[in-house]
């Protein structure tokens, strides 16, 4: 099995992740990567975590706790790393960062049509509860060119 080291991002990974959630599909055009890197960076950097095999970016997580919900968000392995419990790991030491933090639950937003996604999260113990996912832009991000 290969030898994923986990660590917190770093400024200079930007890039990296930004190609990373492309060829995962994560990028929206709604939604700035580069924007949403740097406010993860000003609120809770701690809680933002890469995977490396080697010296190569493989993975990405972005975890959030505002005291009361975690969340997950950004969830990526490439594609020729998959399959192979990254993402499990991944997933795993976010829960164990926001569990030391006094975490009592983690929530996350899938899109409902990414069946691969749900059946993934389900297999490593989420359940659909019953709520409806409600949401307001407050600041509308610059149009981008990645894609």
């Known amino acids: ?12 990974d930007e890039a990296h992740v930004i190609n990373l959630w492309q ?8 939604n700035n990567p580069a924007t949403d890197i740097q406010r993860k960076l000003s609120t809770s950097p701690d809680l933002f975590f890469v995977g490396l095999l080697e010296s190569e970016i493989v993975a990405s997580c972005m975890a959030g706790y505002d005291g009361h919900r975690g969340w997950i968000y950004f969830l990526a392995v490439t594609s020729a790393c998959q399959r192979q419990c990254f993402a ?9 960062a926001l569990k030391k ?44 060119d990645y894609q």
């Open 1 to 12: 099995m290969k030898n994923l080291v986990i660590r917190t991002f770093r400024p200079e």
């Open 23 to 30: 060829q995962c599909g994560l990028i929206v055009p709604w």
């Open 88 to 96: 499990t790991r991944m997933v795993d030491h976010a829960e164990a």
């Open 101 to 144: 933090m006094g975490c009592p639950k983690i929530d996350l937003m899938i899109r409902n049509t990414n069946e691969s996604v749900i059946s993934f999260y389900r297999s490593v113990g989420y359940d659909t509860d019953p709520v409806v996912v409600l949401s307001k832009r407050l600041i509308k991000d610059e149009p981008h």
